[in-house]
């Protein structure tokens, strides 16, 4: 392996953020820590922040710190924090995928008709499973979609996607009659699905295991640093016979998929297969990968990062919730923060 | 690169201390204070914002309760953290207007399990996990203004019977499939009353006045236009008017609304001959919230149904003086 590598020219240039331990020396190593822990830095002093302005309950104790609050956070975050950790493949790659949020409303759709509409002979473990399965696979075909065409047409990953979010919309009213379609809480299978899988312990389990999948796939398989590679420098890339193609099929592909995911936790924690979900639900994912430290160029960022980013948008958001800010005061604080960690990090780019 | 992440730190905690500083109450005071936290499903509707400004007016009577409004914008994930953020901060008491019914059920059921008092505001949801549900008689409605047009009618033709042309909200909302049943409930007593177009427009004034061109078209002669919203029923009658035909019929609206834009001033204008109040339930929720907060061994009915008022011309003035509130 070790060979076959070294016969290959460099595919990064030094200073950037790499992965190939054996190219890396001692200066490159501690930039790379570096920028690893500025988002880090960024989310500690957030959390600071927090505690400190966190208002206090009767007995004195600080809510922020409450354990079910923290939980709460986590919770709130794991759907659009499932979506970010597999855009951040994408942007990767140079590229970008708007069609998360009709994706996870395809999802929501489709694990809710499988539940209540489809009359399999099967227990109730295995009607539940096979929703879900379906949902996934409806993600996954939505994202092999938008991967084949931006490698086969070279049409840029905006447009693509942009047809994608508008089509697969869409495609989830059609299947629904653009109703909701309402998970109860009796004994049925549908309930029995929303009960378990609505649990904090699940959804928040689902955002860990990702992340942890998805940054081992990035910093340890010869995959992720493919995905790099593409985003890097493409030309280079093609030159040095990456198989390009089929990194950004899988790469939309994933992405897609995870968005299915996101669209069953959605589906049960709100009770109902929902076709009008999940909108808007990219630009949060986006401003999650990008406060990481992920570059919309392409080829540098982070899994972990992309985690940090979408603990400091929750927190921040729990903060300023908790002190009762203004919905709409909070949508500003929010838009002036991702400014900020985009202007911050994207200096130390022409350093 | 340290000078920028110090940048960025100081930047965001100069914005979260004025974020958070300019929303504090102020002074502290000696007595205790309250905090009724009422989270709304969507400010921008103006039912909703009427709501608000209500709630505001009638907790400020009590100088030592704090309210603190969430606006979700018409989104279930946004209305169900906002109301899980509420419950860790333990209000006194919790007024909730369910974006939908579905998923708010499960945070509520949250809220009232932690022991906090929890109204439910106009809407219902799926199980009753609330300490009371207070709401209007849509149904009632649709029969008072079922019987409205009967004798209307009656009057005109001295026998019941006419044209009527409906005009109706979102299908499959609770309140459209009731104002729509109440209405049915009593022309199904007289044959001699058709409805002789039935059209959907989703609450929007624009919609219906597409949808009553049509209707003028097809149908050389119409009584009645009973649309199931005030603004639908100001659609119409634009529509009929701009074909000269506005003084062959009346028009009837619900929501009565104050304000120079509500069906109230429609009725003193004339343009709507009658609409029917949609009670905000707001009142009755103080009336309930303030003893819930005062009186611990008062248990409130489960639910509290609201009735609605007729508006006519001859109480009009009257009710816009009632019903209009400034902010």
């Given at each position: 392996?070790?060979?076959?590598?070294?016969?290959?020219?460099?595919?990064?240039?030094?200073?950037?953020?790499?992965?190939?331990?054996?190219?890396?020396?001692?200066?490159?190593?501690?930039?790379?820590?570096?920028?690893?822990?500025?988002?880090?830095?960024?989310?500690?002093?957030?959390?600071?922040?927090?505690?400190?302005?966190?208002?206090?309950?009767?007995?004195?104790?600080?809510?922020?710190?409450?354990?079910?609050?923290?939980?709460?956070?986590?919770?709130?975050?794991s759907v659009t924090?499932i979506i970010?950790?597999?855009?951040?493949?994408?942007?990767?790659?140079?590229?970008?995928?708007?069609s998360v949020g009709s994706t996870l409303a395809l999802g929501t759709s489709v694990v809710a008709i499988g539940l209540t509409r489809w009359s399999v002979?099967?227990?109730d473990?295995g009607r539940i499973s096979l929703a879900i399965i379906a949902a996934l696979a409806a993600g996954a075909a939505v994202?092999?979609?938008?991967?084949?065409?931006?490698?086969?047409?070279?049409?840029?990953?905006?447009?693509?996607?942009?047809?994608?979010m508008?089509g697969v919309r869409g495609l989830a009213k059609w299947l629904t009659d653009n109703a909701n379609i309402d998970i109860g809480f009796g004994q049925d299978v549908a309930a029995v699905f929303a009960a378990f899988i609505s649990r904090?312990?699940v959804v928040?389990?689902s955002?860990?295991?990702?992340?942890?999948?998805?940054?081992?796939?990035?910093?340890?398989?010869?995959?992720?640093?493919?995905?790099?590679?593409?985003?890097?420098?493409?030309?280079?890339?093609?030159?040095?016979?990456?198989?390009?193609?089929?990194?950004?099929?899988?790469?939309?592909?994933?992405?897609g998929l995870l968005s299915g995911l996101a669209g069953v936790i959605y589906a049960a924690e709100n009770h109902q297969g929902n076709p009008n979900a999940g909108v808007a639900y990219?630009?949060?994912?986006?401003?999650?990968?990008?406060?990481?430290?992920?570059?919309?160029?392409?080829?540098?960022?982070?899994?972990?990062?992309?985690?940090?980013?979408?603990?400091?948008?929750?927190?921040?958001?729990?903060?300023?919730?908790?002190?009762?800010?203004?919905?709409?005061?909070?949508?500003?604080?929010?838009?002036?923060?991702?400014?900020?960690?985009?202007?911050?990090?994207?200096?130390?780019?022409?350093? | 690169?340290?000078?920028?992440?110090?940048?960025?730190?100081?930047?965001?905690?100069?914005?979260?201390?004025?974020?958070?500083?300019?929303?504090?109450?102020?002074?502290?005071?000696?007595?205790?204070?309250?905090?009724?936290?009422?989270?709304?499903?969507?400010?921008?509707?103006?039912?909703?914002?009427?709501?608000?400004?209500?709630?505001?007016?009638?907790?400020?009577?009590?100088?030592?309760?704090?309210?603190?409004?969430?606006?979700?914008?018409q989104d279930d994930n946004k209305q169900i953290?906002?109301?899980?953020?509420?419950?860790?901060?333990?209000?006194?008491?919790?007024?909730?207007?369910p974006n939908e019914r579905a998923p708010l059920t499960a945070v509520?059921?949250?809220?009232?399990?932690?022991?906090?008092?929890?109204?439910?505001?106009?809407?219902?949801i799926l199980e009753?996990?609330?300490?009371?549900?207070?709401?209007?008689?849509?149904?009632?409605?649709?029969?008072?203004?079922?019987?409205?047009?009967?004798?209307?009618?009656?009057?005109?033709?001295?026998?019941?019977?006419?044209?009527?042309?409906?005009?109706?909200?979102l299908l499959g909302v609770e309140?459209?499939?009731?104002?729509?049943?109440?209405?049915?409930?009593?022309?199904?007593?007289?044959?001699?009353?058709?409805?002789?177009?039935?059209?959907?427009?989703?609450?929007?004034?624009?919609?219906?006045?597409?949808?009553?061109?049509?209707?003028?078209?097809?149908?050389?002669?119409?009584?009645?236009?009973?649309?199931?919203?005030?603004?639908?029923?100001?659609?119409?009658?634009?529509?009929?008017?701009?074909?000269?035909?506005?003084?062959?019929?009346?028009?009837?609206?619900?929501?009565?609304?104050?304000?120079?834009?509500?069906?109230?001033?429609?009725?003193?204008?004339?343009?709507?001959?009658?609409?029917?109040?949609?009670?905000?339930?707001?009142?009755?929720?103080?009336?309930?919230?303030?003893?819930?907060?005062?009186?611990?061994?008062?248990?409130?009915?489960?639910?509290?149904?609201?009735?609605?008022?007729?508006?006519?011309?001859?109480?009009?003035?009257?009710?816009?003086?009632?019903?209009?509130?400034?902010?």
């Amino acid at each position: 392996m070790k060979t076959r590598y070294s016969e290959r020219p460099p595919l990064e240039a030094p200073g950037r953020l790499s992965t190939a331990r054996s190219t890396g020396t001692d200066r490159a190593g501690a930039i790379r820590l570096l920028y690893r822990l500025q988002a880090l830095v960024a989310l500690l002093g957030i959390i600071v922040l927090a505690i400190i302005l966190s208002p206090r309950a009767a007995d004195g104790s600080n809510i922020f710190l409450e354990a079910g609050n923290l939980t709460d956070i986590l919770r709130q975050v794991s759907v659009t924090g499932i979506i970010a950790v597999a855009m951040t493949f994408v942007i990767l790659t140079a590229g970008i995928d708007l069609s998360v949020g009709s994706t996870l409303a395809l999802g929501t759709s489709v694990v809710a008709i499988g539940l209540t509409r489809w009359s399999v002979p099967l227990g109730d473990v295995g009607r539940i499973s096979l929703a879900i399965i379906a949902a996934l696979a409806a993600g996954a075909a939505v994202g092999a979609l938008n991967g084949a065409v931006v490698a086969g047409a070279s049409i840029q990953p905006f447009v693509v996607t942009l047809a994608t979010m508008i089509g697969v919309r869409g495609l989830a009213k059609w299947l629904t009659d653009n109703a909701n379609i309402d998970i109860g809480f009796g004994q049925d299978v549908a309930a029995v699905f929303a009960a378990f899988i609505s649990r904090k312990v699940v959804v928040i389990g689902s955002l860990l295991v990702m992340a942890a999948v998805f940054w081992l796939v990035l910093d340890v398989t010869v995959f992720g640093r493919y995905v790099r590679a593409v985003g890097d420098n493409e030309r280079v890339a093609r030159y040095t016979g990456l198989p390009i193609a089929r990194v950004k099929i899988w790469v939309y592909t994933l992405s897609g998929l995870l968005s299915g995911l996101a669209g069953v936790i959605y589906a049960a924690e709100n009770h109902q297969g929902n076709p009008n979900a999940g909108v808007a639900y990219e630009l949060d994912a986006i401003a999650a990968v990008v406060i990481g430290g992920t570059s919309l160029m392409g080829g540098k960022g982070s899994v972990s990062g992309t985690v940090v980013g979408t603990l400091i948008l929750g927190i921040l958001t729990n903060v300023l919730r908790l002190n009762n800010v203004d919905s709409n005061v909070e949508m500003m604080v929010k838009a002036v923060i991702i400014l900020l960690a985009v202007a911050v990090m994207s200096r130390r780019k022409s350093e | 690169m340290a000078n920028r992440t110090l940048a960025l730190l100081l930047g965001t905690q100069f914005l979260l201390l004025t974020a958070c500083h300019s929303s504090a109450p102020g002074p502290e005071s000696d007595q205790k204070q309250l905090f009724v936290a009422f989270s709304q499903c969507n400010n921008a509707e103006p039912y909703r914002a009427a709501q608000n400004a209500l709630m505001t007016e009638l907790w400020a009577q009590y100088p030592d309760v704090k309210l603190v409004i969430a606006d979700a914008g018409q989104d279930d994930n946004k209305q169900i953290a906002q109301v899980e953020t509420f419950i860790r901060e333990k209000p006194d008491l919790l007024i909730v207007a369910p974006n939908e019914r579905a998923p708010l059920t499960a945070v509520m059921g949250q809220a009232v399990q932690s022991g906090i008092p929890v109204i439910c505001l106009e809407r219902d949801i799926l199980e009753p996990n609330y300490t009371t549900y207070i709401s209007a008689d849509n149904r009632d409605i649709g029969r008072m203004a079922g019987q409205f047009i009967v004798d209307y009618l009656s009057k005109k033709y001295g026998r019941p019977q006419g044209n009527v042309v409906q005009i109706k909200g979102l299908l499959g909302v609770e309140a459209e499939i009731a104002r729509n049943d109440g209405a049915h409930d009593v022309f199904a007593r007289y044959p001699g009353i058709k409805i002789v177009n039935d059209a959907v427009a989703d609450w929007i004034q624009a919609k219906a006045k597409d949808r009553m061109t049509e209707a003028l078209r097809a149908n050389p002669h119409i009584d009645v236009v009973y649309a199931h919203n005030d603004p639908m029923a100001i659609g119409a009658y634009l529509a009929a008017h701009d074909l000269g035909r506005e003084k062959e019929m009346i028009f009837v609206g619900v929501d009565g609304l104050g304000g120079p834009n509500g069906g109230i001033k429609k009725v003193m204008d004339g343009i709507l001959a009658a609409t029917f109040v949609y009670p905000l339930c707001v009142d009755k929720a103080v009336e309930v919230g303030n003893r819930i907060l005062r009186d611990r061994n008062f248990k409130p009915d489960k639910v509290y149904t609201l009735h609605s008022t007729m508006i006519t011309q001859q109480n009009a003035a009257e009710a816009y003086g009632q019903f209009t509130f400034t902010n």
